[in-house]
């Protein structure tokens, strides 16, 4: 688990100003929809150059404004200034869902589906028992996903972390403190962190 340094609080927490919030917050619904700043911008009725201070968080939007945006963007108000947070989901090795192949003895299990806009760095992790691993909060909105390949780990936030075996997946927000600790040898994972 990379260290990461936090810049400001939480989206939403105490140390980002409203306009920041709700910059981060436009930006990340319209990329989930998948929206260009024109289309945004034409759909709410406003100018492009508009959105564009909005998403910088350098303009000062009207209730109306942000209503049309939300309309636009089809989210409700509320999602502006409390935005969803991620959560904890653990899938273990005989679980989750699998294709299969029809030619060889072969089948996928989808973990995860990356959203638009996020960076994904991947990590192999090689960990042996001892002291346990602990990362400080990353950036504001960060997600890590972790498969477990060999041995057995104590993995996830640092207030409930999950015991995984091999071929667990958890994935949980990395924005909070979070741990590793191998519990047997040659414990060894996959990490994936999650940007946007």
Known sequence: ???????????????????????????????????SLTEVARRAGIAKSTLSQLESGTGNPSLETLWALCGALEMPFSRLLDPPRPRTRVIRAA????????????????LAVSPTGVR???????????????????????????LLGTGRALV?????????????????????????????????????SEYA
């Open 95 to 110: 679980e989750g869902p699998a294709v299969f192949s029809a030619e060889a003895d072969y089948r996928a299990t989808l």
């Open 1 to 35: 688990m990379p260290n990461g340094v936090r810049r400001g609080g939480p989206e939403g927490g105490p140390d980002r100003s409203p306009q920041q919030v709700i910059a981060a917050s436009l930006r990340r619904e319209r990329l989930r929809a998948e929206l």
């Open 156 to 192: 996830g936030t640092a207030t409930d972390p999950v015991e995984l075996g091999p071929g667990d997946y958890i994935a949980y927000p990395a924005d909070v403190a979070h741990i590793f600790e191998a519990l047997v040898p040659a414990t060894m994972a996959t990490l994936i």
């Open 120 to 146: 994904r760095d991947i990590y192999r992790v090689a960990a042996e028992p001892g002291r346990r691993r602990t990362s400080q909060p990353h950036m504001p909105g960060a997600v890590e996903h972790v």
